[in-house]
């Protein structure tokens, strides 16, 4: 079981990525997947999350109408299209999901529930 997260970089303040989490070893649309992040200095944040049976989606509130998670199940694929990034959100990227996990939390990732995890990509926004 892997999941590969990667599409991050450097980008100007406003501007847009796409970042992809692939899974390995298992059918993704069978899960819920996590996003989270790291700043340095920081907790980790969760940020978004998309359900596994409707697709029921999670945004935390510092990304809520900028990012839109979505899935490609023939691709066996995650996406987290970020838009309008500014500098707080640099960090880096990291896509999960747990053994027992098919739908959002009301409240948004939880790493506890989070058992495999993606290697992180570096997301950072300059002026």
């Known amino acids: 079981v892997q999941l590969q997260a990667s599409g991050g970089g450097l980008v100007h303040i406003g501007g847009s990525l796409k970042l992809s989490c692939a899974a390995s070893?298992?059918?993704?649309?069978?899960?819920?997947i996590n996003w989270f992040r790291q700043a340095p200095g920081k907790e980790r944040e969760g940020i978004s999350c998309i359900s596994s049976s409707d697709n029921s989606t999670y945004y935390a509130n510092s990304v809520k109408g900028r990012f839109t998670i979505s899935r490609d199940n023939a691709k066996n694929t995650v996406y987290l299209q970020m838009n309008g990034l500014k500098p707080d959100d640099t960090a880096v990227y990291y896509c999960a999901t747990g053994e027992l996990l098919r739908r959002c939390g009301a409240s948004g990732p939880s790493t506890y529930e989070s058992d495999y995890w993606g290697q992180g990509t570096q997301v950072t926004v300059s002026g």
């Open positions: 070893g298992f059918r993704l649309d069978y899960f819920a």
